[in-house]
């Protein structure tokens, strides 16, 4: 089960990539397992030597009790202190980001995320990008024929 952030090579480009486990609650996991989850808009922080993920929609799960989760809570990563160092200090540099990938199931059923160091692009990268993605699909248009 994989929840994609579609935009994130399209609007950032990645340059190192990172798997954090995610702190959850009991129906956010059950939320999760639905794929009733968006990260689209989310992105992480760092406070007090801890990273955080902010703008991580999670449907209420229905069959919750009056004890169901928070929509937009803020949810704390697991990284090695020594990741979250080399992160910060990266993001202190000028034009530098934290954003969400994808969040996936590993082999034991927990929950990962992987996070993106990454670089915002401009305007014509973007449209170089469109560009690029436009020349594939004729090229494979053109082998398929």
Not at 27 to 38: F, G, Y
Not at 42 to 56: G, K, S, T
């Amino acid at each position: 089960m994989i929840i994609n952030n579609k935009k994130i090579y399209f609007e950032y480009e990645v340059l190192e990539e990172y798997s954090a486990g995610i702190c959850l609650f009991g129906s956010e996991v059950k939320s999760l397992r639905e794929s009733k989850a968006s990260i689209n808009e989310a992105y992480c922080i760092i406070e007090n030597n801890e990273l955080f993920i902010r703008n991580m929609h999670i449907s209420e799960y229905k069959q919750s009790s009056h004890y169901n989760h928070e929509v937009l809570r803020d949810k704390k990563l697991l990284l090695n202190r020594q990741e979250i160092n080399k992160i910060q200090k990266k993001v202190k540099e000028k034009g530098f980001t934290i954003a969400p990938i994808k969040i996936y199931t590993n082999k034991k059923g927990l929950f990962k995320i992987d996070i993106g160091l990454c670089r915002g692009k401009k305007s014509f990268d973007k449209k170089n990008t469109i560009k690029e993605k436009d020349l594939d699909r004729e090229l494979k248009r053109n082998l398929i024929n």
